[in-house]
T-cell receptor, first 114, second 113 residues
Framework: AQSVTQLGSHVSVSEGALVLLRCNYS??????LFWYVQYPNQGLQLLLK??????LVKGINGFEAEFKKSETSFHLTKPSAHMSDAAEYFC????????????FGQGTELSVKP | DADVTQTPRNRITKTGKRIMLECSQT?????MYWYRQDPGLGLRLIYY???????NKGEISDGYSVSRQAQAKFSLSLESAIPNQTALYFC????????????FGPGTRLTVL
């Protein structure tokens, strides 16, 4: 069965500091991996996704993530945090044979201090 | 206008009441999903539909039912609401493939007293 673990339910960084949000997955076949962001009182919005090909994927708002098969990880990074990055972030996984059903991690709330 | 809309946005109801949450989309997508979000648990899939005649149970379908009235409309019903169904409910749409992005509505906050 697939699963996703996000390490750290709350992460706090200073403005301008590196953002690192961790995601580990389990999957019996090659996974499709997604990062979504949820701003307060809004729905989820796709940040980036990995399906096949290049393992380093770039998304919106300066975020990127690297698929590491050997580590079963898909960590999200941003070199320099901005106040507007404060939100909740969700990692999700699916497989080609799962009909698009996403399995989500529990979420990580990112706070950005001035 | 938003591509995926949900009504109502907020609802307070009492135990035992029947309630319907509605989702409409203008994206022309075939696939639609209903998720619930609980703090610390992320989002969990309730039901999903690939077209009007193809409806499937998700991870946590007990106590819920759905109706796909048209390609653009997918409703979630709680036949007899209970307090542990208090949650934030999201509808999502997807074009056709598992690698396609899922687009989420703004959510419905449901409280069952």
């Amino acid at each position: 069965a697939q699963s996703v673990t996000q390490l750290g339910s709350h992460v706090s960084v200073s403005e301008g500091a590196l953002v690192l949000l961790r995601c580990n997955y389990s999957s019996s076949v090659p996974p499709y991996l997604f990062w979504y962001v949820q701003y307060p009182n809004q729905g989820l919005q796709l940040l980036l996704k990995y399906t096949t090909g290049a393992t380093l994927v770039k998304g919106i708002n300066g975020f990127e993530a690297e698929f590491k098969k050997s580590e079963t990880s898909f960590h999200l990074t941003k070199p320099s945090a901005h106040m507007s990055d404060a939100a909740e972030y969700f990692c999700a996984v699916t497989q080609y044979n799962q009909g698009g059903k996403l399995i989500f991690g529990q979420g990580t709330e990112l706070s950005v201090k001035p | 206008d938003a591509d995926v809309t949900q009504t109502p946005r907020n609802r307070i109801t009492k135990t035992g009441k029947r309630i319907m949450l509605e989702c409409s989309q203008t994206k022309g997508h075939d696939r639609m999903y209903w998720y619930r979000q609980d703090p610390g648990l992320g989002l969990r899939l309730i039901y999903y539909s690939f077209d009007v005649k193809d409806i499937n149970k998700g991870e946590i379908s007990d106590g819920y039912s759905v109706s796909r009235q048209a390609q653009a409309k997918f409703s979630l019903s709680l036949e007899s609401a209970i307090p542990n169904q208090t949650a934030l409910y999201f509808c999502a749409t997807q074009l056709a493939e598992s690698t396609d992005t899922q687009y989420f509505g703004p959510g419905t906050r449901l409280t069952v007293l």
